[in-house]
């Protein structure tokens, strides 16, 4: 199942047609993970949504709309670990490519982010402010800012 926010943007709207019960299930992720479904999550940023992954998350655990409605129970909450992975190594699998990349693992593609706050300790509602400062995809640099600005231009000579 790939999974993306758009109940972030349209949740108001859900829970006004369909009722509160059925917004406080939707969607269920830990029922999904439990009975074993494959989980990818992800954004395609249609125009109203964001790119960035980390709206997706803090959606994900906290289940709030952009409004800051609280939408989803917290029984279909996912913990932090099981977000990033549906992020990661889920939509992976969704590619067909979970042997290849979506975990740190020696011998798979060296795809990584250093990133601003942890996002395992940081406050959730924080999540959705952390950045990439430095991204390297294929062992290489593709992104770099702040303390590792410099970092980008000489891994290109």
Known sequence: WAMQDAMYFDGERFRKEKGEEAARRAPPLKTALRIGVNVGAGTDAHRVASYNPFVALRWMLDGKTVGG????GSEEAPTREEALRMYTLGSAWFAHD?????SLVVGRLADLAVLSKDYMKAPLEDISGIESLLT????RIAYAAGPYAGFEE????
């Open 136 to 139: 390297v995809v294929g062992g």
């Open 98 to 102: 979970d042997d290849k990349r979506g």
């Open 154 to 157: 000489s891994s290109r000579r």
């Open 69 to 72: 409605t609280p939408l989803r």
